[in-house]
Protein backbone atom coordinates (compact mmCIF):
# COMPACT_ATOMS: atom_id res chain seq x y z
CA UNK A 1 0.00 0.00 0.00
CA UNK A 2 1.30 3.22 -1.33
CA UNK A 3 1.80 6.51 1.35
CA UNK A 4 -1.01 8.13 -0.62
CA UNK A 5 -3.42 5.28 0.04
CA UNK A 6 -2.98 5.34 3.70
CA UNK A 7 -3.50 9.61 3.98
CA UNK A 8 -5.84 9.58 1.22
CA UNK A 9 -8.31 6.14 0.97
CA UNK A 10 -10.47 6.20 -2.11
CA UNK A 11 -10.67 9.18 -5.19
CA UNK A 12 -13.55 11.60 -4.90
CA UNK A 13 -12.67 13.10 -7.71
CA UNK A 14 -9.96 13.76 -10.69
CA UNK A 15 -8.87 16.82 -12.84
CA UNK A 16 -6.02 17.75 -15.32
CA UNK A 17 -4.01 20.16 -15.35
CA UNK A 18 -2.21 21.82 -18.02
CA UNK A 19 -1.81 24.92 -20.12
CA UNK A 20 -3.77 23.42 -23.11
CA UNK A 21 -5.55 20.36 -23.56
CA UNK A 22 -6.10 17.79 -26.24
CA UNK A 23 -9.48 16.75 -26.88
CA UNK A 24 -10.89 13.97 -24.62
CA UNK A 25 -10.36 10.26 -25.17
CA UNK A 26 -13.56 8.52 -25.16
CA UNK A 27 -14.51 8.02 -21.89
CA UNK A 28 -12.88 10.92 -20.20
CA UNK A 29 -15.45 13.65 -21.19
CA UNK A 30 -16.52 14.18 -17.66
CA UNK A 31 -13.22 14.65 -16.41
CA UNK A 32 -12.86 18.26 -15.60
CA UNK A 33 -9.59 19.89 -17.50
CA UNK A 34 -8.11 23.01 -15.98
CA UNK A 35 -5.58 25.43 -16.65
CA UNK A 36 -1.95 25.79 -14.75
CA UNK A 37 -1.93 25.59 -11.06
CA UNK A 38 0.61 29.12 -10.44
CA UNK A 39 2.61 29.74 -7.62
CA UNK A 40 1.90 32.84 -5.87
CA UNK A 41 5.30 34.56 -7.06
CA UNK A 42 4.17 34.22 -10.72
CA UNK A 43 1.00 35.77 -10.01
CA UNK A 44 2.18 38.87 -8.31
CA UNK A 45 4.22 39.05 -10.48
CA UNK A 46 1.53 39.89 -13.14
CA UNK A 47 1.79 43.48 -12.28
CA UNK A 48 5.30 43.71 -13.14
CA UNK A 49 5.09 42.34 -16.77
CA UNK A 50 7.07 44.49 -19.45
CA UNK A 51 9.29 43.74 -22.34
CA UNK A 52 13.00 44.76 -21.87
CA UNK A 53 14.28 42.76 -24.75
CA UNK A 54 16.33 39.68 -23.01
CA UNK A 55 15.57 36.77 -23.55
CA UNK A 56 15.39 34.01 -20.94
CA UNK A 57 16.40 30.40 -21.54
CA UNK A 58 15.80 27.51 -19.22
CA UNK A 59 17.64 24.19 -19.50
CA UNK A 60 18.35 21.16 -17.33
CA UNK A 61 21.28 19.35 -18.90
CA UNK A 62 23.92 20.79 -21.08
CA UNK A 63 22.85 21.79 -24.49
CA UNK A 64 24.60 21.40 -27.66
CA UNK A 65 26.47 23.84 -28.71
CA UNK A 66 24.35 25.08 -31.34
CA UNK A 67 22.31 26.68 -29.33
CA UNK A 68 24.77 28.69 -27.46
CA UNK A 69 25.80 29.86 -31.14
CA UNK A 70 22.33 30.63 -31.76
CA UNK A 71 22.31 32.62 -28.78
CA UNK A 72 25.29 34.48 -29.21
CA UNK A 73 24.21 35.63 -33.10
CA UNK A 74 20.66 36.58 -32.03
CA UNK A 75 21.84 40.30 -31.18
CA UNK A 76 19.56 40.51 -27.67
CA UNK A 77 20.86 39.68 -24.10
CA UNK A 78 19.84 35.82 -22.93
CA UNK A 79 19.74 35.34 -19.43
CA UNK A 80 20.45 31.16 -18.75
CA UNK A 81 18.91 29.56 -15.89
CA UNK A 82 19.35 25.21 -14.74
CA UNK A 83 22.75 25.20 -15.75
CA UNK A 84 24.52 27.30 -12.58
CA UNK A 85 27.00 29.75 -12.99
CA UNK A 86 28.85 28.13 -16.56
CA UNK A 87 31.91 29.53 -17.75
CA UNK A 88 32.50 27.23 -21.04
CA UNK A 89 31.01 24.53 -22.84
CA UNK A 90 32.62 21.75 -24.78
CA UNK A 91 35.74 24.36 -25.62
CA UNK A 92 32.76 27.18 -26.39
CA UNK A 93 33.71 30.79 -24.27
CA UNK A 94 30.84 32.72 -22.75
CA UNK A 95 33.19 35.61 -21.70
CA UNK A 96 32.80 37.70 -24.67
CA UNK A 97 28.66 37.03 -25.50
CA UNK A 98 25.58 38.14 -24.54
CA UNK A 99 24.75 35.10 -22.64
CA UNK A 100 24.67 35.09 -19.09
CA UNK A 101 24.26 32.65 -16.71
CA UNK A 102 22.28 32.83 -13.13
CA UNK A 103 22.18 30.32 -10.63
CA UNK A 104 18.45 29.21 -9.19
CA UNK A 105 16.65 32.04 -7.54
CA UNK A 106 12.88 31.59 -7.59
CA UNK A 107 12.08 35.99 -7.22
CA UNK A 108 14.99 36.62 -9.79
CA UNK A 109 13.86 34.11 -12.26
CA UNK A 110 10.29 35.29 -12.05
CA UNK A 111 11.54 38.77 -12.37
CA UNK A 112 13.80 38.27 -15.20
CA UNK A 113 10.66 36.13 -16.99
CA UNK A 114 8.26 39.38 -16.45
CA UNK A 115 10.23 41.42 -18.12
CA UNK A 116 11.84 39.30 -21.11
CA UNK A 117 10.41 38.81 -24.49
CA UNK A 118 9.98 35.23 -24.53
CA UNK A 119 11.23 31.99 -23.03
CA UNK A 120 13.40 29.23 -24.58
CA UNK A 121 13.19 26.65 -22.22
CA UNK A 122 12.92 22.42 -22.64
CA UNK A 123 9.25 21.60 -22.61
CA UNK A 124 7.72 21.11 -18.99
CA UNK A 125 4.39 21.89 -18.50
CA UNK A 126 4.61 24.07 -15.47
CA UNK A 127 6.95 26.01 -16.51
CA UNK A 128 5.35 26.67 -20.11
CA UNK A 129 2.14 27.49 -18.14
CA UNK A 130 3.92 30.41 -16.29
CA UNK A 131 5.53 31.68 -19.48
CA UNK A 132 1.69 31.75 -20.86
CA UNK A 133 0.13 33.24 -18.04
CA UNK A 134 2.76 36.29 -17.80
CA UNK A 135 2.39 36.57 -21.72
CA UNK A 136 5.96 35.88 -22.48
CA UNK A 137 5.90 33.63 -25.83
CA UNK A 138 7.67 29.89 -25.65
CA UNK A 139 10.45 28.28 -27.34
CA UNK A 140 9.46 25.00 -26.33
CA UNK A 141 12.80 22.46 -26.93
CA UNK A 142 12.04 18.60 -25.50
CA UNK A 143 14.66 16.80 -24.04
CA UNK A 144 15.73 13.68 -26.00
CA UNK A 145 13.45 10.74 -25.09
CA UNK A 146 10.90 12.81 -22.71
CA UNK A 147 7.69 11.76 -24.15
CA UNK A 148 6.13 14.12 -21.84
CA UNK A 149 8.13 17.07 -22.93
CA UNK A 150 7.20 16.00 -26.46
CA UNK A 151 3.75 15.92 -25.87
CA UNK A 152 4.31 19.15 -23.91
CA UNK A 153 6.26 20.85 -27.43
CA UNK A 154 3.52 19.92 -29.38
CA UNK A 155 0.64 21.64 -26.85
CA UNK A 156 2.45 24.94 -26.95
CA UNK A 157 2.54 25.20 -31.08
CA UNK A 158 -0.94 23.91 -30.79
CA UNK A 159 -1.83 27.18 -28.53
CA UNK A 160 -0.77 29.71 -30.71
CA UNK A 161 1.62 31.12 -27.97
CA UNK A 162 4.72 29.47 -28.93
CA UNK A 163 6.90 27.43 -31.63
CA UNK A 164 8.56 23.92 -31.03
CA UNK A 165 11.51 22.67 -32.37
CA UNK A 166 14.11 19.60 -31.44
CA UNK A 167 17.48 20.80 -30.27
CA UNK A 168 19.59 19.45 -33.35
CA UNK A 169 17.27 21.63 -35.72
CA UNK A 170 18.14 24.94 -33.85
CA UNK A 171 19.67 26.94 -35.85
CA UNK A 172 20.78 31.08 -35.76
CA UNK A 173 18.52 31.59 -38.21
CA UNK A 174 15.58 29.86 -36.98
CA UNK A 175 15.98 31.80 -33.38
CA UNK A 176 15.81 34.99 -35.76
CA UNK A 177 12.84 33.63 -37.23
CA UNK A 178 11.06 33.05 -33.71
CA UNK A 179 12.29 36.32 -32.69
CA UNK A 180 10.18 38.25 -34.97
CA UNK A 181 7.25 36.17 -35.24
CA UNK A 182 7.51 36.90 -31.06
CA UNK A 183 5.34 40.51 -31.06
CA UNK A 184 2.45 38.46 -32.71
CA UNK A 185 2.50 36.06 -30.81
CA UNK A 186 2.44 38.13 -27.87
CA UNK A 187 -0.85 39.09 -29.57
CA UNK A 188 -2.12 35.61 -29.33
CA UNK A 189 -1.48 35.16 -25.92
CA UNK A 190 -3.62 38.55 -24.96
CA UNK A 191 -6.69 36.53 -25.40
CA UNK A 192 -5.48 33.43 -23.73
CA UNK A 193 -6.13 32.95 -20.10
CA UNK A 194 -4.44 29.55 -18.57
CA UNK A 195 -4.33 30.27 -15.34
CA UNK A 196 -6.05 27.45 -13.61
CA UNK A 197 -5.79 28.28 -9.85
CA UNK A 198 -9.46 29.59 -9.34
CA UNK A 199 -10.72 26.45 -10.73
CA UNK A 200 -8.71 23.95 -8.76
CA UNK A 201 -10.07 25.37 -6.11
CA UNK A 202 -13.47 25.69 -6.73
CA UNK A 203 -12.61 21.62 -7.79
CA UNK A 204 -11.63 20.74 -4.30
CA UNK A 205 -14.00 22.58 -2.68
CA UNK A 206 -16.71 19.71 -4.29
CA UNK A 207 -15.04 17.45 -2.31
CA UNK A 208 -14.37 19.03 1.43
CA UNK A 209 -16.86 18.06 4.03
CA UNK A 210 -19.15 20.94 5.51
CA UNK A 211 -18.54 19.55 8.90
CA UNK A 212 -17.39 16.89 11.50
CA UNK A 213 -13.56 18.34 11.41
CA UNK A 214 -12.16 18.56 14.99
CA UNK A 215 -10.27 22.00 15.12
CA UNK A 216 -7.57 20.76 17.85
CA UNK A 217 -6.93 17.68 15.78
CA UNK A 218 -8.24 18.18 12.39
CA UNK A 219 -5.54 15.62 10.78
CA UNK A 220 -7.03 12.51 12.85
CA UNK A 221 -8.25 9.35 11.75
CA UNK A 222 -11.74 8.92 12.25
CA UNK A 223 -12.57 5.88 13.92
CA UNK A 224 -14.50 4.51 11.17
CA UNK A 225 -11.38 3.64 8.96
CA UNK A 226 -8.64 1.99 10.61
CA UNK A 227 -6.93 0.35 7.67
CA UNK A 228 -4.35 -2.49 8.00
CA UNK A 229 -1.39 -1.24 6.07
CA UNK A 230 1.85 -3.70 5.23
CA UNK A 231 4.75 -1.89 4.26
CA UNK A 232 7.09 -3.33 1.46
Known amino acids: MSF ?24 TQHIPRLGVL ?3 TVVEHRE ?10 YVRKHAPDSLWKALAACGRRAVVYGLGAMSHSQGFDFAATNIQFKNISDE ?8 ASCLITTAGNQLVGESLFLKKPVLAIPEDGNYEQELNALLVQRSGGGWSIKFEKLTSHLLQQFLIAVPSLQARLEQMDVSGNEG ?7 FLPESGVDDEQPFAFRNSWEPEVSIR
Do not use: K, M, N, T
Open 4 to 27: SEIWSPGQSGEAVSSFQHFPPRRG
Open 108 to 115: GFVADLAS
Open 200 to 206: ALDFIQQ
Open 38 to 40: LRR
Open 48 to 57: QICDQGHVVV
